[in-house]
Each structure stands twice: as C-alpha cells, then as structure tokens.
C-alpha cells in the first residue's frame, strides 16, 4: 500500500531562517506528488505541485520542492521564511501517475512555527 | 465563487445520533473525497467518489455511509454517531486531466459528546 513520510513533526525558526520539511513516500510505478498548507482555522490549499517534467517545481509565497526520485522524496524548502508561513503542511502522493482516477495519500503533517 | 461548499460548519452531536455532512462543487469536477482529520494523524480518507454513480471505501470507513447524489453532490452520513468520530471532516474534488490536484471545502468540526 501506498504510504507517505514527513520526518518533522514540529519546526521552529526564526524569521528569514531558511526551510526544508522532508517528505518520503512508498510507491513503485509513476506518481504525481503534492504539498499542501493549512493556515490556522482554514482549510488545506495547494502550495505547488509534480505531474512531470522538471523535478525542480516552483510553487506559491516562494516555495519550491525538488523530486528524487531515485530516494523516493519531495521535500519542501523555502531560503527565508516568514512569520506568516506559520501552518501545517502536508505532502501527498498519488499513485499511477497521471491516470484519470485515483486519490491522495497524506502524510501527518509538519506544524510549522516561525518566530518574529 | 467557485469551489467546495460544505455544511454545516460546526455540528454537535450525542453519542448514537445521526447526522449528514453536505459537500457540492460547481467545477465540473468527477471525483469526490471525504477525509478526516485528526491531531498527529494527518488526514485519512474515509469515502471517495472517483465519478457519478460509484464509491469507494477509503482508509477508515467503518461508521459511514455516502451518497454520490450527482455530479456536484457527495454527502456522508453518520448513522450512529460515536466519540471516536469527533474530528474534522473536510470534502474534497478534483478532475485528475486538470493536473490541478483537489480543491478543499472549509471543513466540518463535528463534536460527539
């Protein structure tokens, strides 16, 4: 079955520290794969996403993330982050690549918390 | 606007109540999600829609019913509702060409007490 890791439950930086949140998953074939992020009392909105192509994807508010996929991962960075990146971010990865059917799976989830 | 809508936004229910949790889109999307979200646990899929006409059980069905109503409509029902269901319920859609990944309703805090 497929699975998805964060490594990082909680992060604490400081303003215009630099990010990265490690995400890994468990699937053999092609995959599409995404982060998410949940501002507080707010519902789940896409911060970028990989289809193909470039494993390099640029993403919103500054975020990039860069498929392996040799070591199955998607890890989120972003070089200076913001008090108002403080959120909950959650990776995700669906199965059979770009087939027209399938469903997400999520990982727990890396509460974000930056310091003025 | 266009987008998810779910209703109601905060529900508190006794222990064996029932209750459903109404999701529509207006995106023409044709697959429809229910997941739950609980601290730790990220979100887990409870039901999904993947077109008109069919559902499928997810990860952590036990406990609920849905209804692919129609095309903009999924709605998942309680019959009995229990303590272990207290939790955030979001609905979410997508149409898989679009590449777009899903769009998310605001969520349901549902409180069985």
């Known amino acids: 079955a497929q699975s998805v890791s964060q490594h990082n439950h909680h992060v604490i930086l400081s303003e215009a520290a630099s990010l990265e949140l490690g995400c890994n998953y468990s699937?053999?074939?092609?995959?599409?794969l995404f982060w998410y992020v949940q501002y507080p009392g707010q519902h789940l909105q896409l911060l970028l996403k990989?289809?193909?192509?470039?494993?390099l994807v640029k993403g919103i508010k500054g975020f990039e993330a860069e498929f392996i996929k040799s070591k199955f991962s998607f890890n989120l960075r972003k070089p200076s982050v913001q008090w108002s990146d403080t959120a909950e971010y959650f990776c995700a990865v669906k199965g059979g690549g770009s087939g027209n059917t399938g469903k997400l799976i999520f990982g727990q989830g890396t509460t974000l918390q930056v310091k003025p | 606007n266009a987008g998810v809508t779910q209703t109601p936004k905060f529900q508190v229910l006794k222990t064996g109540q029932s209750m459903t949790l109404q999701c529509a889109q207006d995106m023409n999307h044709n697959s429809m999600y229910w997941y739950r979200q609980d601290p730790g646990m990220g979100l887990r899929l409870i039901y999904y829609?993947?077109?008109?006409?069919?559902?499928d059980k997810g990860e952590v069905p036990n406990g609920y019913n849905v209804s692919r109503l129609n095309k903009r409509e999924f709605s998942l029902r309680l019959e009995s509702a229990a303590p272990s269901q207290t939790s955030v319920y979001f609905c979410?859609?997508?149409?898989?060409?679009?590449?777009?990944?899903?769009?998310f309703g605001s969520g349901t805090r549902l409180t069985v007490v």
């Open positions: 990989y289809f193909s192509g470039d494993p």
């Open positions: 829609s993947a077109s008109e006409g069919t559902t």
């Open positions: 979410a859609s997508t149409r898989w060409e679009y590449q777009n990944g899903y769009t």
């Open positions: 699937y053999g074939g092609t995959v599409n």
